[in-house]
């Protein structure tokens, strides 16, 4: 007997420690589920988070077995899929319909729908977060949370989150946003459509010679509508940065391939500027420069570069004293080694001043003043006559400049009261602005102008009265207005768009015309007219 009991309590350990071992594995599950819970519900919207979270707490301040349970069956799931198991901690769900796969776009979309107030987020706490415990679902949520920056996605937040809970959950969103790419706002088009011909627009025929409007056929990653933006050609590809629709501005960079059509969105990285409107973007080599802008009452001058072999962003250092105000709506040229701004807007007055900003080296740069904010005069010089060096064009904002050898054309523009016709010429080396006379004028602000051999190609802009879908050449040889007529199906009358000319078009992208922001692009072919450059040679002669 005796021998026997050491036998006996031996065997009662052996099954103390095996009941110990089931129930650290029972609690050790329990608990990794516990803790593995909270970080899938996290990526989901804020409120819903925190709606879910207080839904799944009882009175007591404990956390529901509803919960428990639908955590312990997804981390048995993805650990083992044992029903045995499963069946040991809690009793098997009811029937769930099966979900029907949506697409990317779509499951964004029932997501706003569920945000603003589906009364199937009631259950979302008895169903541990509805499907936020599958982690599947919960990466497809993710991309909602980086297009609250969009325009689509701010519209459903302002409609379904109060205010305090938008500033919650945008103060959660910034380092999301930092650290993750920016995604599509809509579906992915893989090839341009096809043109229906039984909805096609019933455009005449037009000469070889003859100049033509055409919408480009774009496919790749979707664009928002945007004006106010910058377009920049390096070799092949086209820049669009920033801008603004009618509620928001932006920040981020879309790359349109000139000879395709397809646009893409590349993954940028570093010290990137905020969303910015009405700045300027210079190529030089490589980078991209950019400078002042703003938003709403903010100005700025802010010089940043971008990058485009790696799209890294980074903010140069700026040396020296001299540091022009902030402003936008102005112009900036580059001529040799340096980028000469000239004009815009601080708020408060309309500017005319030229600053130059010397980037030959990238990661240190310096400005200069040019030439000061003296007292303005018209083209004829009528005013400060006697002190010719001292005559200069008004201040302005919304204008063009186009670099022509040593020369700076400057055409039209605003003050915020008139809108100019007047073009000026500021010789660099001489340091001296000249204004020309030119016999019938044409007011425009907003506008673009693209040099094409001897030729400024004025599209679009605002006339003081209207927005325009006119194409105005100024040849800089006679310095006179030569219009042309131009086939094909026009687009709209728009300003704030951007123009570039690529393989004997020009292709234009955005704009404004008083009421709908467009995310179009469209391609006018030069025919004939590109090679105005037979006059390849020419002076400036005012």
Not at 249 to 272: E, I, K, Q, Y
Request: proline share 8%; with cysteine.
């Amino acid at each position: 007997m005796s021998e026997s009991r050491p036998h006996a309590s031996s065997t009662s350990r052996s099954r103390t420690v095996r009941s110990q071992k089931i129930a650290d594995s029972e609690s050790s599950i329990r608990s990794e589920a516990a803790d593995r819970a909270p970080p899938l519900r996290s990526h989901t919207p804020g409120h819903l988070a925190s709606k879910s979270q207080s839904q799944s707490h009882s009175s007591s301040g404990a956390p529901s077995s509803s919960s428990r349970r639908k955590a312990s069956e997804s981390s048995i799931r993805q650990r083992s899929q044992s029903v045995t198991a499963k069946s040991a901690y809690a009793p098997p769900p009811p029937p769930q319909p099966t979900p029907t796969p949506m697409p990317p776009a779509a499951a964004a979309s029932f997501t706003v729908v569920r945000r603003n107030g589906d009364p199937q987020n009631q259950n979302d706490s008895q169903a541990g977060g509805g499907s936020s415990t599958d982690g599947r679902d919960s990466d497809s949520r993710r991309p909602l949370v980086m297009r609250s920056t969009s325009a689509i996605a701010s519209k459903a937040s302002s409609l379904a989150i109060p205010s305090s809970t938008a500033a919650a959950a945008a103060a959660s969103r910034k380092p999301t946003a930092a650290a993750a790419p920016r995604q599509p706002r809509a579906v992915y088009t893989p090839f341009p459509p096809l043109q229906d011909p039984a909805t096609a627009a019933d455009v005449p025929a037009a000469p070889s010679s003859g100049m033509y409007w055409s919408r480009a056929p774009v496919s790749g990653a979707p664009q928002k509508p945007v004006r106010a933006h910058t377009t920049t050609l390096i070799g092949n590809n086209l820049y669009v940065f920033g801008g603004c629709d009618s509620r928001t501005c932006f920040n981020d960079v879309s790359v349109l391939d000139a000879d395709a059509f397809h646009w893409s969105t590349p993954r940028v990285t570093g010290d990137a500027p905020i969303a910015l409107r009405a700045m300027t973007c210079t190529a030089v080599g490589k980078k991209l420069i950019i400078f002042g802008g703003g938003d709403g009452p903010a100005y700025y001058n802010d010089v940043y570069v971008l990058d485009t072999v790696n799209f890294r962003w980074h903010k140069p250092r700026i040396v020296g004293d001299q540091v022009p105000s902030a402003r936008r709506a102005h112009t900036a040229c580059l001529y040799k080694s340096g980028i000469y701004v000239f004009g815009g807007g601080d708020g408060v007055r309309a500017l005319n001043d030229i600053w130059r900003l010397d980037v030959s080296d990238m990661s240190k740069m310096s400005w200069r003043l040019v030439s000061g904010s003296n007292k303005s005069t018209s083209a004829s010089g009528s005013k400060n006559s006697s002190s010719t060096e001292l005559a200069r064009p008004h201040a302005r904002g919304y204008h063009t400049a186009n670099i022509v050898g040593s020369k700076l054309i400057v055409y039209g523009g605003s003050d915020g009261g008139e809108c100019f016709n007047d073009v000026w010429v500021y010789d660099i080396e001489a340091q001296v602005w000249k204004g020309v006379q030119i016999p019938v004028p044409f007011p425009r602000l907003s506008h673009t102008s693209t040099l094409v051999g001897s030729y400024l190609f004025i599209i679009g802009g605002h006339d003081g009265d209207d927005y325009s879908d006119d194409v105005l050449l100024l040849n800089l040889v006679t310095m006179s207005w030569d219009k042309r007529r131009v086939y094909g199906l026009p687009p709209t009358g728009r300003g704030y768009h951007g123009t570039v000319l690529h393989d004997s078009r020009l292709l234009m992208i955005g704009g404004f015309d008083g009421t709908e922001v467009f995310g179009d692009v469209w391609v006018l072919e030069l025919a004939v007219h590109a090679y105005y450059s037979q006059i390849s040679h020419f002076t400036i002669e005012v």
